[in-house]
C-alpha cells in the first residue's frame, strides 16, 4: 500500500528511474506537445502486469513499452487527483528488470501546472511568456508520471521553443530546429519528485551575481534584478553549506517570473523561481532567496514521502533559512524572523477554525483531500519551532553535528515523520546526557496535537522596538484612554519613527496595527500611509499589506489601486489577503475582479483566495 495518499500510480510495483523528457511549446495554442520516456524499474514479479500513472486531463496519443505499441486506457476520475494512466505491460516482470516507457501527449489548454502570458502581461510588451508550477501535485496535468515526492527520477530534458528555455536542471546546449524555434538541453544528474520538474520560456537573459550564480528575468529588469540579489546571494550559500553539507546541484541561479508568479518562490533545482514582488529595490525581501535556497537540501536532496509530512520540507527549510539569516545578519534578526512567522502561524490557526482544526497537525491524514487546501504557514512555523525546541533541547553544539549527519543520511531519498524520530534518537543513542534528554519530547504532542504550540523564548530586541511604536498607535485607536483625554499631548506620527528599521520590521508594524480593535480612525490611517511611505510603496508586500489596514477601516482611497494589483499580480498569500478585505469592503467588486482574472491566476491562487476570502460561496450554494 502506498504511504502517500495523494498519488493513484502504482509505485511500489514500479519505479520511474530516469526520464527523458521532450517538449514543444505551442504559444498560440498555448499547448505543450510532450514525448516523454521513462526507464521503469520493476520492484516486484508479476505476470501480467499493469504500470499506472498519475495523470489530468492529458491528451494521450501514444504509449509503447521496451519499442512495441502497448494496449493503454484511463481508469476512473478521482474527484481530486485526476484520471490514472493504466499501461498494460503485457509479459511477465521479474524484480530489478527495467521497462522503457514512451508516452506521446498533448497537455490541456487549460493545464493546471502551466501559466500563459500574453506579451501585454510582460515588462517588455513583445512576446509571450509561459512556466511550469507543479507542487504539489500539478505535475500529472504536465505529463504522465508518479506524482508523488515519494519517488525519484534523474532527466534529460529537450523544450523546443521560439524563445528562451529555462529548467530546474544544468544546461547542456541550444541547436537550432525548424519553423524558427531552437531545442534547450538540459540534464538533472541528482534524483528528483516530479513537482520539481520545471520550464519557463519567455523574453529572458541572464547575468552572473557570483562565482556559482546568475540570475535571469525580462531584458527590461535585468539590471535591478541583478543589483538586488548580488550581495547577499553567495553570503547564503556560504553559510548554507557551512551549516549542513555541500552543495549538490552545481549552480544556484534564480530566475525573477512576470508577476504572475503565485508563490514568493519556488524551489526548483539549480533555478529558483521568485515573484518580482521581492525585488524591490532596497534588497529587503532577500531572505526570501535564503529559503528557497536552503530547500537544496529541505525538500529537492532530502524530501517529505507525502504531503501529509509537509513540515519535514517546510519546517527544517523554516529552520535552516532562519539559521543562515542568523550567521549572515546576527542571531537577533534569526529570532525577530521566528516571532514574525508565528503571527503567520497564529493566523493559520485561526483561518482553518474549529472544523479544520485536523490541519493544524504536523502529521496530517490527507485522504481524499487535495494538497492545496492543507497549504498553510502550520508545517513552517509549527515544523520550524519543533526544531528550534530540540536545538535547544540538547543543545547548539551537539544538534548542529545531527544536521549534517541528517542530509547525509537520507541524500536523494524521501521520509516520513516516524522515520525523522528514529534517525535523531539513533544519532544520539550514544549520548547518555542526550538520550535522557530527548526522553523528554511528547512526540504525539508535536505530531499530533491541534491548535498552536508552545512559544519559545525568542529574543525580542529587534521587535520589541516595533511593539514600542504600536503602543503609540494604540492611543490613536477610539476608547483609548489617551485619546479620550484632552490634558494629554496626542501622538503624532514622523517619519523619524521608523529610522533604522528594516522591512521585516515595518511589515511587522503593519501585521500589529492591523490586530487592533478597533483600528485608529481612518483618517490616522490615511496619515499612516503618507508620513511612513506605505501608500504605493515599491516594496508590494508592505503596500499590500497596508491596504488591506485600510480596507478593514472602511476607508475606500485605495480600492482602484487594489484592483490594479489583482489584474497584474498572481502571488496566491497577498492576493488571498487582498481579497479577504475587499470582499468585507465591496463584495460585488471582489466578485467581479475574481471573475476577471480567473484565467490569469494559477489554480493554487484560485484555491487560497476562495479559502480565505468566500468569494463564490453564494454562486455554490
Keep these: 500500500m502506498s504511504r502517500d495518499s495523494s498519488t493513484l500510480s502504482n509505485y511500489g510495483d514500479f519505479r520511474i528511474k530516469h526520464t527523458i523528457a521532450k517538449f514543444d511549446i505551442d504559444f498560440r495554442g498555448r499547448t505543450l506537445i510532450g514525448d516523454f520516456t521513462h526507464t521503469v524499474l520493476v520492484m516486484k514479479?508479476?505476470?501480467?502486469?499493469?504500470?499506472?500513472?498519475?495523470?489530468?486531463?492529458?491528451?494521450?496519443?501514444?504509449?509503447?513499452?521496451?519499442h512495441k505499441e502497448a494496449k493503454w486506457s484511463f481508469r476512473d476520475a478521482h474527484k481530486t487527483l485526476g484520471t490514472p494512466l493504466a499501461i498494460e505491460i503485457g509479459s511477465e516482470t521479474v524484480k530489478g528488470q527495467e521497462i522503457q516507457v514512451q508516452i506521446r501527449f498533448k497537455t490541456p489548454t487549460d493545464c493546471a501546472a502551466l501559466v500563459w502570458l500574453s506579451p501585454e502581461q510582460t515588462a517588455g510588451k513583445k512576446h509571450p511568456y509561459m512556466?511550469?508550477?507543479?507542487?504539489?501535485?500539478?505535475?500529472?496535468?504536465?505529463?504522465?508520471?508518479?506524482?508523488?515526492?515519494?519517488?525519484?527520477?534523474?532527466?534529460?530534458?529537450?523544450i523546443k521553443s521560439p524563445l528562451m528555455v529555462l529548467s530546474?536542471?544544468?544546461?547542456?546546449g541550444i541547436e537550432p530546429a525548424e519553423d524558427g524555434k531552437s531545442i534547450y538541453a538540459y540534464k538533472q544528474d541528482v534524483v528528483i519528485p516530479s513537482y520539481l520538474f520545471a520550464i519557463a520560456s519567455g523574453d529572458i537573459v541572464t547575468t552572473d551575481i557570483g562565482p556559482r550564480s546568475k540570475v535571469a528575468t525580462e531584458p527590461a529588469k535585468l539590471e535591478a534584478?541583478?543589483?538586488?540579489?548580488?550581495?547577499?546571494?553567495?553570503?547564503?550559500l556560504k553559510a548554507a553549506e557551512k551549516l549542513i553539507c555541500p552543495y549538490v546541484w552545481g549552480t544556484y541561479n534564480i530566475l525573477v517570473l512576470p508577476p504572475a508568479y503565485p508563490f514568493g518562490g519556488m524551489e526548483h533545482p539549480v533555478f529558483t523561481f521568485v515573484t518580482p514582488t521581492i525585488v524591490s529595490g532596497d534588497r529587503q525581501n532577500t531572505a526570501v532567496i535564503a529559503h528557497e535556497m536552503c530547500h537544496s537540501w529541505s525538500g529537492n536532496l532530502v524530501s517529505t514521502s507525502s504531503w501529509g509530512h509537509f513540515w519535514l520540507n517546510e519546517g527544517w527549510c523554516n529552520y535552516l533559512e532562519r539559521r543562515v539569516v542568523g550567521a549572515v545578519y546576527g542571531e537577533k534578526q534569526?529570532?525577530?524572523?521566528?516571532?514574525?512567522?508565528?503571527?503567520?502561524?497564529?493566523?493559520?490557526?485561526?483561518?482553518?477554525?474549529?472544523?479544520?482544526?485536523?490541519?493544524?497537525?504536523?502529521?496530517?491524514?490527507?485522504?481524499?483531500?487535495?494538497?492545496?487546501?492543507?497549504?498553510?504557514?502550520?508545517?513552517?512555523?509549527?515544523?520550524?519551532t519543533f526544531l528550534w525546541v530540540l536545538e535547544t533541547l540538547v543543545g547548539l553544539e551537539k544538534w548542529d553535528k545531527f544536521i549534517p549527519h541528517y542530509f547525509k543520511k537520507w541524500e536523494g531519498k524521501s521520509l516520513d515523520s516516524f522515520e525523522f524520530k528514529s534517525t535523531l534518537l539513533d544519532f544520539f543513542a550514544s549520548d547518555e546526557e542526550a538520550t535522557k534528554l530527548l526522553k523528554e519530547v511528547d512526540w504525539d504532542y508535536w505530531f499530533f496535537g491541534t491548535g498552536l504550540c508552545k512559544k519559545p523564548d525568542f529574543d525580542t530586541t529587534l521587535a520589541d522596538i516595533v511593539y514600542g511604536l504600536v503602543d503609540k498607535w494604540r492611543t490613536l485607536c477610539p476608547g483609548s484612554n489617551q485619546a479620550e483625554s484632552a490634558t494629554k499631548e496626542p501622538f503624532e506620527p514622523s517619519p523619524k519613527d521608523l529610522e533604522g528599521w528594516n522591512s521585516s520590521q515595518m511589515s511587522l508594524f503593519i501585521e500589529e496595527i492591523n490586530d487592533l480593535e478597533p483600528l485608529p480612525p481612518p483618517e490616522q490611517i490615511v496619515t499612516m500611509g503618507e508620513v511612513y511611505g506605505f501608500t504605493d510603496n515599491p516594496n508590494l508586500r508592505l503596500s499590500s499589506r497596508y491596504y488591506c489596514i485600510t480596507m478593514k477601516a472602511g476607508d475606500v482611497t485605495h480600492v482602484d489601486r487594489v484592483v490594479q494589483i489583482m489584474d497584474t499580480f498572481g502571488i496566491a498569500y497577498l492576493l488571498a489577503l487582498l481579497y479577504k478585505d475587499l470582499m468585507k469592503l465591496r463584495p460585488?467588486?471582489?466578485?467581479?475582479?475574481?471573475?476577471?482574472?480567473?484565467?490569469?491566476?494559477?489554480?493554487?491562487?484560485?484555491?487560497?483566495?476562495?479559502?480565505?476570502?468566500?468569494?463564490?460561496?453564494?454562486?455554490?450554494q
Design 334 to 384: 534569526r529570532s525577530f524572523e521566528a516571532i514574525k512567522g508565528w503571527k503567520g502561524f497564529v493566523e493559520s490557526v485561526k483561518n482553518f477554525g474549529k472544523e479544520q482544526i485536523e490541519f493544524t497537525k504536523l502529521v496530517i491524514d490527507i485522504k481524499d483531500t487535495h494538497p492545496n487546501e492543507v497549504m498553510s504557514e502550520v508545517p513552517y512555523e509549527k515544523g520550524s
Design 588 to 620: 460585488a467588486l471582489a466578485e467581479e475582479t475574481f471573475e476577471k482574472n480567473r484565467n490569469f491566476y494559477h489554480s493554487t491562487a484560485k484555491t487560497l483566495i476562495k479559502q480565505w476570502s468566500g468569494i463564490g460561496k453564494k454562486k455554490a
Design 168 to 172: 530546474g536542471a544544468l544546461a547542456q
Design 45 to 66: 514479479e508479476s505476470k501480467g502486469s499493469t504500470l499506472v500513472l498519475d495523470n489530468d486531463n492529458l491528451d494521450i496519443h501514444s504509449v509503447h513499452v521496451d
Design 225 to 236: 534584478v541583478k543589483w538586488e540579489f548580488e550581495a547577499d546571494t553567495d553570503l547564503y
Design 131 to 158: 512556466f511550469s508550477q507543479c507542487q504539489p501535485i500539478c505535475a500529472r496535468s504536465l505529463f504522465p508520471c508518479q506524482d508523488t515526492p515519494d519517488s525519484k527520477a534523474t532527466f534529460e530534458i529537450f
